[in-house]
């Protein structure tokens, strides 16, 4: 079970996962060593799944960022979900309900890249593409 004090750990590790457990505890009130507790508990149970970075895909030479609906041709459902996850573009994939049964965020180093993606999954079914201009952030 969460308490309120296992929330409040997650959301100081949603915005750094990388503070020690000491920085944790001063922030949360708690010894270093409840706080190593606490975590390992909520990686076991599930709470905590994984612990990854974010990156500045624009720093690195990836200028383009899209999501893209893809409604699958019938039949195909289950191999398309299979090959999607090959795709190195595709960054984020989900199932989804309505019209549309994929809903994809894709990273490209530009246009044309964007384009040939594009061509490879019409393959798969009809897309809708959308430019992401910039991240609302809290």
């Known amino acids: 079970m969460v308490d309120n004090t ?9 915005d750094n996962s990388r503070l020690s457990f000491a920085d944790l505890g001063r922030k949360i009130n708690l010894s270093p060593s409840s ?17 990854s970075i974010e990156i500045n895909n624009k720093l690195i030479g990836y200028d383009l960022e899209a999501f893209i609906l893809l409604k699958v041709f019938p039949g195909k459902l289950k191999y398309v979900i299979d090959k999607v996850i090959e795709f190195p573009e595709i960054t984020v994939a989900h199932r989804i309900t309505g019209n549309q049964n994929i809903h994809l965020k894709v990273v490209v180093k530009n246009q044309l890249c964007l384009q040939k993606l594009l061509d490879k999954l019409m393959q798969f079914g009809d897309t809708n593409t959308f430019l992401i201009l910039s991240e609302i952030s809290k």
């Open 6 to 14: 296992d929330k409040k750990l997650l959301e100081i590790l949603k």
């Open 35 to 51: 706080v190593r507790e606490r975590v390992q508990k909520l990686e076991e149970e599930g709470v905590i799944k994984k612990y």
